[in-house]
């Protein structure tokens, strides 16, 4: 990161794509997520050189998705990577 100026949103198009990969529920409570509260979490933040990767991307409903970042993003890796192993063997 040069200028500590880091980018929050993920494009919309990788966005589609993880709604295509996840469906519609929520990763971390297994709920429907109502269409406004759908959201992309970085599973490693931009902020520590994560990527928009697919793979470093995964949906979460709006109250995970605070709380995932109010416990801290390190809690939550080892839930969220065993999910993307599990669905890359399926690809
Ligand atoms: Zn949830
Ligand atoms: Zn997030």
Request: charged content about 25%; some cysteine; aromatic content about 10%.
């Amino acid at each position: 990161m040069e200028n500590g100026t880091f980018r929050h949103g993920v494009p919309i198009a990788i966005k589609q794509d993880i709604y295509n990969r996840d469906g519609i529920d929520c990763k971390l409570c297994f709920n429907e997520i109502k269409e406004g509260d759908k959201q992309v979490h970085h599973i490693i933040p931009v902020s520590n050189q994560g990527t928009d990767d697919m793979n470093n991307l995964i949906l979460l409903c709006r109250q995970c998705h605070l709380l995932v970042h109010k416990e801290g993003c390190e809690k939550f890796y080892n839930k969220f990577y065993s999910y993307i192993q599990e669905i890359e063997y399926k690809i």
